[in-house]
């Protein structure tokens, strides 16, 4: 099992930046990936981001391509997102989880991460973003 706890969100005014970050512990021996979802109030669970956890490659989502940033610490066991030229619409709840070596993990190369393909989750940060 492995525990993740999510820190950074906050209040942010439109143009703003934030940076979130997410700490594993536990059994992370197996982490394949992390990744950031965000849901907001009436929508879907979405994805955002995510990075393997021994190689470098990521995917982002369309809405913040360009804007956002993940990257990670394997010595810390910590994955970040770098949230720059936020907009009212980034507005969400945001969720850090984890992608285990798994047949989920052998499509990574194959399509974009879906939230299926990750077993643990964190508790939310809130990123409210005023415009």
């Known amino acids: 099992q492995v525990q993740l706890v999510e820190s950074g969100g906050g209040l942010v005014q439109a143009g703003g930046s934030l940076r979130l970050s997410c700490t594993a512990s536990?059994?992370?021996?197996?982490?394949?990936?992390m990744g950031w979802f965000r849901h907001a109030p009436g929508k879907e669970r979405e994805f955002v981001a995510a990075t393997r956890w021994t190689a470098d490659s990521t995917y982002y989502a369309d809405s913040v391509l360009g804007r956002f940033t993940i990257t990670r610490d394997n010595a810390k066991n910590t994955v970040y997102l770098q949230m720059n030229s936020l907009k009212p619409e980034d507005t969400a709840l945001y969720y850090c989880?984890?992608?285990?070596?798994?047949?989920?993990?052998?499509?990574?190369?194959?399509?974009?991460?879906?939230?299926?393909?990750?077993?643990?989750w964190g508790q939310g940060t809130q990123v409210t973003v005023s415009s």
């Open positions: 536990g059994r992370t021996s197996y982490t394949f990936a």
């Open positions: 989880a984890v992608m285990l070596v798994s047949s989920s993990a052998s499509l990574w190369y194959v399509r974009r991460p879906e939230r299926a393909d990750f077993g643990s």
